[in-house]
């Protein structure tokens, strides 16, 4: 079955950068998006950075800091996180949506992001 495993949360400092992994098992035939979520304590879960055959999209707060790529090869999908704050404290979820007819979404365990001030 398809698996979503992320990697490389941790505690770093206000202004730091940070890079997220999210490794891809499994067949996942035709890929519509990439993206990551990301959930801080109290609060929902919120959108932060899609990639599509079309182009990225970001959340107006990570915008110009965060950037979302993939690559085929390593069938991996990357967050790299430029002057984190502390508000980007969060788990961090990658998710993946495949099917041309039929649309299947998968996520990730989440991996945690700490931001000290």
């Known amino acids: 079955q398809v698996q979503l495993v992320e990697s490389g949360g941790g505690l770093v400092q206000a202004g730091a950068s940070l890079r997220l992994s999210c490794t891809i098992s499994?067949?996942?035939?035709?890929?519509?998006?990439v993206g990551w979520y990301r959930q801080a304590p109290g609060k929902q879960r919120d959108l932060v950075a899609t990639?599509?055959?079309?182009?990225?999209n970001y959340a107006d707060s990570v915008a110009g800091r965060f950037a979302i790529s993939r690559d085929n090869t390593k069938n991996a999908i990357y967050l790299q996180m430029n002057n984190v704050e502390p508000e980007d404290t969060a788990v961090y979820y990658c998710t993946l949506e495949t099917g041309v007819f039929t649309k299947r979404v998968y996520w990730g365990q989440g991996t945690q992001v700490t931001v000290s001030s």
């Open positions: 499994g067949s996942i035939g035709s890929v519509n998006v």
């Open positions: 990639l599509t055959g079309g182009g990225t």
